[in-house]
């Protein structure tokens, strides 16, 4: 459903999971002329991890909400901003009471599985004052003054959520790929110092050989231009080159046939030109620096061509980007091996934290050797003062049996006759 496109692609990154309901212009394409076309059931597309801690339950919400045929027609009209905005939160007042209790049962198991995360992370902190309620306060996607309950307010809250979180999405990706890229280098660094000079020379020389093996690749089209889609066109569609009509590939990567290509039918066009650089039988092409380069495609193109920011490139906007100058004679791409990743100060700067972390741990560690002696210590205190109490036991028993039966001759007489 259209409300479901825009909801879900306002929150950025689910949009593969919808149904048809929007349709692009209608044209005539010879199917038969394209390779591998098999129908796409689009109730069958599985929408993508978004990445979020409460991924599921913003799944879970919006299936329920497209259960409610009020709700769904409100949305049909709606527009992005009305929905991000908040506006249309209030028209959850209005859905059945199935659709409210069900929506109340999904709060009421986050909230749990919240309290869940917050105990365990307490309990690995050793902190067993536990106030939930102040603690609920750091998670923003829901109202945790009302954990029963599934107002308009925790709507609003978790479509603002999801939408702040998700326009930081990448960034973070960013940020974790370059921290990733240091520590390879830190480990590499770190590994030749035990090496003897001998061996350190070798392991440099193997390094410069796959460095160089890696560069050496076909030339990469600039991603979006025309080169880079008449290729897709001619060698995944299998259509002549001659033949190319942007119409037409955009119908054609449309895949779920919703009006729009999202970023998972972009990042789909890009997979022809990442083969040219990346290929997972060889040791020298790294997989983390393939999902980052289709990272930086699909925001460039998105960047180039998605003119109202919303993460979506409809059928007019495309037509306009084939119109531009950068569209016919875009400027050389440079690959992630022709970039700088990180300079030396920023590698400098980040093992100094490695090795503060690593100092940290080291003390950490130290403090729970000593706290395992101290119980070790303990338990066999305990065990001592067990055996001895166990040895006095004994004795005890030993003098009662000695007093009850005293003892006797070879006839059973007694030793000593007792006075009168």
Not at 42 to 63: F, R
Not at 251 to 274: R, Y
Request: proline share 4%; net charge negative.
């Amino acid at each position: 459903m259209r409300w479901r496109t825009i909801l879900l692609q306002c929150c950025f990154l689910l949009i593969s999971c919808l149904l048809t309901a929007l349709k692009a212009v209608p044209i005539d394409i010879d199917k038969t002329k394209v390779k591998n076309t098999q129908p796409v059931d689009s109730a069958k597309i599985e929408p993508p991890d978004t990445g979020l801690y409460y991924d599921e339950y913003l799944k879970q919400v919006i299936d329920v909400l497209e259960t409610d045929n009020h709700f769904r027609e409100k949305l049909q009209k709606a527009d992005i901003e009305e929905i991000k905005s908040g506006r249309l939160s209030k028209e959850l007042d209005l859905v059945s009471h199935h659709v409210r209790t069900k929506l109340d049962e999904l709060k009421r198991q986050e909230v749990a599985r919240l309290r869940m995360l917050i105990k365990a992370k307490l309990d690995s902190l050793q902190d067993t004052g536990i106030d939930h309620h102040a603690l609920l306060k750091q998670f923003d996607h829901l109202n945790h003054l009302n954990p029963d309950k599934f107002e308009s307010t925790d709507l609003d809250m978790l479509i603002k959520a999801a939408t702040s979180d998700l326009e930081h999405y990448d960034k973070t990706r960013h940020e974790e790929f370059k921290k990733y890229e240091m520590m390879k280098e830190h480990e590499r660094r770190e590994y030749l110092k035990t090496l003897n000079e001998e061996k350190r020379k070798e392991e440099e020389s193997k390094f410069e050989e796959m460095r160089k093996k890696h560069e050496n690749h076909p030339k990469v089209n600039h991603p979006g231009s025309k080169d880079q889609l008449k290729e897709v066109w001619e060698e995944t569609d299998g259509l002549d080159p001659n033949d190319f009509d942007p119409k037409t590939f955009f119908k054609l990567h449309d895949v779920n046939n919703d009006g729009f290509l999202d970023e998972q039918e972009l990042e789909a066009l890009f997979t022809k030109e990442l083969e040219k650089v990346y290929d997972p039988k060889n040791e020298e092409d790294d997989m983390v620096e393939m999902e980052e380069e289709r990272l930086r495609m699909r925001e460039h193109v998105m960047n180039e061509v998605d003119a109202n920011k919303d993460r979506l490139v409809t059928l007019d906007e495309f037509l306009k980007a084939t119109e531009k100058k950068e569209f016919l004679e875009p400027d050389s791409w440079e690959t992630l091996d022709q970039q700088q990743l990180f300079t030396e100060e920023e590698l400098k700067e980040y093992e100094n934290l490695i090795s503060l972390q690593e100092s940290e741990l080291k003390k950490k560690a130290d403090e729970l050797q000593k706290q395992k002696e101290e119980l070790q210590r303990q338990h066999d205190q305990l065990e001592a003062q067990k055996l001895e109490y166990h040895q006095v036991v004994q004795q005890m028993e030993q003098k009662k049996l000695q007093q009850e039966f005293p003892p006797s001759g070879p006839g059973g007489e007694l030793k000593f006759q007792p006075h009168i």
